[in-house]
């Protein structure tokens, strides 16, 4: 009964051609202005249109942004099995990559919380000697963190068109233990007529465990407080970071409207 990701035929790395725009850098504090997008196995091939969501959002705010030319995925599953030799092999397929953008003046950002702590603490703690992965590190992003430092230099777009109401936010626990603070609230709130609700409780997706036969049960013992502060909420609209989380916190809250990663609700609030 689990909610398990869809599949698109036409995949983001194909709908990117019609989204391309150059923009000229305009570097603000830590920020060069250039975003390369990680879109990672889930932006690419479950939810294409997310990555047309940060195309659009970060274009309407002067950000040159270009997809990652090649990639694999992070990393982080294998890890989490414990299959250390396998997140080599992605290391040794991604970093150089990554790396060579870095070094042609791109930021890296991810839509998927998982694939940024990857890159910004779990390789560095696993490679600590090999500069590539440090720099990359360096260089990674989370997205709402990254509009965060562009709006306190003067350099985020406030021109919104239409409130939001109130959000259910569920902040995703691999967004939480980057310690950047509530970035994505904090964006979110600048949208006049809008309240974030952060709900800051594991939502016991945890990769594969919600959806396997022998663990979904305990993925639903874990999820249901969050899902029960949704619906006391009856928010207008339910987000996370996590699309993963944000399907399981939906469904065990049976709720009716989809839920809505931040970077679409930004979007709707540009009225674009």
């Known amino acids: 009964?689990?909610?398990?990701?869809?599949?698109?035929?036409?995949?983001?790395?194909?709908?990117?051609?019609?989204?391309?725009?150059?923009?000229?850098?305009?570097?603000?504090?830590?920020?060069?202005?250039?975003?390369?997008?990680?879109?990672?196995?889930?932006?690419?091939?479950?939810?294409?249109?997310?990555?047309?969501?940060?195309?659009?959002?970060?274009?309407?705010?002067?950000?040159?942004?270009?997809?990652?030319?090649?990639?694999?995925?992070?990393?982080?599953?294998?890890?989490?099995l414990g299959d250390l030799d396998s997140v080599d092999r992605a290391r040794a397929a991604n970093i150089p990559v990554l790396a060579q953008l870095v070094d042609e003046g791109f930021?890296?950002?991810?839509?998927?919380?998982?694939?940024?702590?990857?890159?910004?603490?779990?390789?560095?703690?696993?490679?600590?000697?090999?500069?590539?992965?440090?720099?990359?590190?360096?260089?990674?992003?989370d997205p709402f963190e990254y509009l965060f430092l562009r709006h306190k230099e003067g350099m985020f777009n406030t021109e919104f068109r239409q409130g939001l109401?109130?959000?259910?936010?569920?902040?995703?626990?691999?967004?939480?233990?980057?310690?950047?603070?509530?970035?994505?609230r904090d964006i979110l709130a600048l949208i006049p007529d809008t309240r974030v609700h952060p709900q800051a409780r594991c939502s016991g997706h945890d990769g594969t465990y919600a959806v396997k036969r022998e663990t979904h049960a305990n993925a639903v013992k874990i999820g249901r407080p969050v899902a029960r502060k949704i619906n006391e909420l009856k928010p207008a609209h339910f987000s996370s970071d996590c699309p993963m989380a944000a399907a399981h916190i939906a469904d065990l809250a049976e709720r009716e409207e989809k839920p809505e990663h931040p970077m679409t609700l930004l979007r709707m609030a540009y009225g674009l």
């Not at 879109?39 to 950000?63: K, M, R, W």
């Not at 950002?109 to 360096?138: G, H, T």
């Open 165 to 184: 109401g109130d959000i259910g936010y569920h902040v995703a626990c691999h967004l939480r233990v980057q310690n950047i603070g509530m970035k994505t």
């Open 1 to 80: 009964d689990a909610p398990i990701p869809e599949y698109h035929s036409k995949t983001l790395r194909k709908k990117v051609k019609s989204l391309a725009l150059t923009i000229a850098p305009q570097p603000a504090g830590r920020t060069t202005g250039k975003v390369a997008l990680y879109a990672t196995c889930y932006g690419n091939y479950n939810s294409p249109d997310l990555g047309e969501d940060f195309y659009t959002v970060f274009q309407h705010n002067g950000i040159h942004i270009e997809l990652v030319p090649r990639e694999r995925c992070c990393g982080m599953p294998k890890l989490e």
């Open 107 to 141: 930021d890296l950002i991810a839509p998927v919380p998982s694939c940024v702590l990857m890159y910004k603490q779990e390789l560095p703690l696993m490679y600590p000697d090999d500069p590539d992965v440090q720099k990359v590190r360096n260089a990674f992003f």
